[in-house]
Nanobody, 121 residues
């Protein structure tokens, strides 16, 4: 059974930082791209950042320069370091796995349960 379990969400003031983690299990030898998506209240889910096994990354414009995606292959864990947070970053953040190197929601094959991030002004 393939699972993705996020942790690290919480509340922070604007300008602060948070680090999200995602523990992946059950993916075996089949390689998936891992990514972070988010969904704000009343808005569609959107891609934030994606990473491949070589460390190549894709970032949404809103995340570029402030967020850093990384992974620890030995621990099967994905991270998202978020700095200079803004109230607009408030959303549920989801860990995701797929086989396409892009941030399209339709290409995600597996989702985590999500973790809430709230940024106050």
């Amino acid at each position: 059974q393939r699972t993705l379990v996020e942790s690290g969400g919480g509340s922070v003031e604007a300008g602060g930082s948070l680090r999200l983690s995602c523990a992946a299990s059950g993916y075996g030898y089949v390689r998936y791209f891992l990514a972070w998506f988010r969904q704000a209240p009343g808005k569609e889910r959107e891609g934030v950042a994606l990473i491949d096994s070589r460390g190549n990354t894709i970032y949404a414009d809103s995340a570029q320069g402030r967020f850093t995606i990384s992974q620890d292959n030995a621990k099967n864990t994905l991270y998202l370091q978020m700095n200079s947070l803004k109230p607009d970053d408030t959303a549920i953040y989801y860990c995701a796995a797929g086989r396409r190197f892009d941030l399209a929601v339709k290409n995600v094959m597996y989702w985590g349960q999500g973790t809430q991030v709230t940024v106050s002004s």
